[in-house]
């Protein structure tokens, strides 16, 4: 299995411009989590999605942000407009099972870098 | 709502040493508790997942514990090699509202040769 993939594995971009980032589960895992990694705060949760279904969305920061998942393969997680505070790294993780209670498997990150 | 504690944050240890990283969580309700371990500018990996009923799971030099009733969870790591530095962050999920997965700060190992 190729594992969780993410795009794109850098971004820099301008305060204002919108930034999406993606996401390709591993395949058979019916859950989907989004975190945002910084050196201040840590791995904080953003969003997670359980058979494509977004179930807690409380970590999203506001409203500037949205994750969706329109099919079992694929999620994106939109930020518009961007800020240089949204400046992380963000991971995909997926894991199997209707509960989400297996093993947590992460891609390799978004780094986002917003001037 | 569950808070995941990790200590020490920063270890620096000579090659060949065994050692002990340790995560306390609030919320006895879990569902499993992860290990992984992060490499600078990378993404994580997965070291061990232990069951909430479970109490340890063992990977080749590395054994992780899990008492619940304490809320508390240990990685052993035997005989420390310079190839072991990374961060080492604990990760819950509990068993209620939504089945969040909070991780820990991580501890930062530096193995010296």
């Known amino acids: 299995d190729a594992g969780v993939i993410q795009s794109p594995r850098h971004e820099v971009t301008e305060m204002g411009q919108e930034v999406t980032l993606r996401c390709k589960p591993i395949?058979?895992?019916?859950?989907l989590f989004w975190y945002r990694q910084t050196m201040m705060r840590g791995l904080e949760l953003l969003i997670y999605?359980?058979?494509?279904?977004?179930?807690?969305d409380s970590g999203m920061p506001e409203d500037r942000f949205s994750a969706k998942m329109p099919n079992a393969s694929f999620s994106t997680l939109k930020i518009q407009p961007s800020e240089p505070r949204d400046s992380a790294v963000y991971f995909c993780?997926?894991?199997?099972?209707?509960?989400?209670?297996?093993?947590?498997?992460f891609g390799e990150g978004s780094r986002l870098t917003v001037l | 709502k569950q808070e995941v504690t990790q200590i020490p944050a920063a270890l620096s240890v000579p090659e060949g040493e065994n050692l002990v990283l340790n995560c306390s969580f609030t919320?006895?309700?879990?569902?499993?508790l992860q290990w992984f371990r992060q490499d600078p500018g990378k993404g994580l990996t997965s070291l061990l997942l232990?069951?909430?009923?479970?109490r340890e799971q063992t990977s080749g030099r590395l054994n992780a514990s899990l008492d619940k009733s304490s809320g508390r969870s240990t990685l052993y790591i035997a005989a420390s090699q310079p190839g072991d530095s990374a961060t080492y962050l604990c990760?819950?999920?509990?068993?209620?509202?939504?089945?969040?997965?909070?991780f820990g700060a991580g501890t930062r190992l530096f193995v010296k040769a």
């Open positions: 395949s058979g895992h019916n859950s």
């Open positions: 993780a997926s894991t199997e099972g209707p509960r989400g209670g297996g093993e947590l498997f």
């Open positions: 999605f359980n058979n494509n279904v977004p179930i807690d």
């Open positions: 919320d006895s309700a879990i569902y499993n």
């Open positions: 232990i069951q909430s009923s479970q």
């Open positions: 990760a819950v999920r509990g068993n209620t509202g939504g089945f969040k997965t909070i």
